[in-house]
Nanobody, 127 residues
Framework: QVQLVESGGGLVQAGGSLRLSCAASGRTFSNSAMGWFRQAPGKEREFVAAISRSGSNTDYADSVKGRFTISRDNAENSVYLQMNSLKPEDTAVYAC????????????????????WGQGTQVTVSS
């Protein structure tokens, strides 16, 4: 079982930055690929970024490419999302997710690939 707890959300002006953190429990964190997803009011949850188990491979939604950076620290059982040049349309609840242990060092964009989910942290970007 893996438990995920996000932190770092808040209110920021457009053009500002935030860094989200996701702390994971469990000894098998380094075997799991990780992802960040977001859900804005009235919209479906969408993919934001993903990182492979080693951290060597990353993937991003087109809407955040060049502005957001995903990273992980397996020694700290944590994954991060650095968000720069924030826009009002980035306002959403951001949640991290973990897959079950994987043999491959791949990234995953689809929600069905993820077994464990955090509760989410609110990010609000004012114009």
């Amino acid at each position: 079982q893996v438990q995920l707890v996000e932190s770092g959300g808040g209110l920021v002006q457009a053009g500002g930055s935030l860094r989200l953190s996701c702390a994971a429990s469990g000894r098998t964190f380094s075997n799991s690929a990780m992802g960040w997803f977001r859900q804005a009011p009235g919209k479906e949850r969408e993919f934001v970024a993903a990182i492979s188990r080693s951290g060597s491979n990353t993937d991003y939604a087109d809407s955040v490419k060049g502005r957001f950076t995903i990273s992980r620290d397996n020694a700290e059982n944590s994954v991060y999302l650095q968000m720069n040049s924030l826009k009002p349309e980035d306002t959403a609840v951001y949640a991290c997710a973990a897959t079950r242990g994987k043999y491959s060092d791949s990234t995953y964009k689809g929600m069905p690939a993820y077994t464990y989910w955090g509760q989410g942290t609110q990010v609000t970007v004012s114009s």
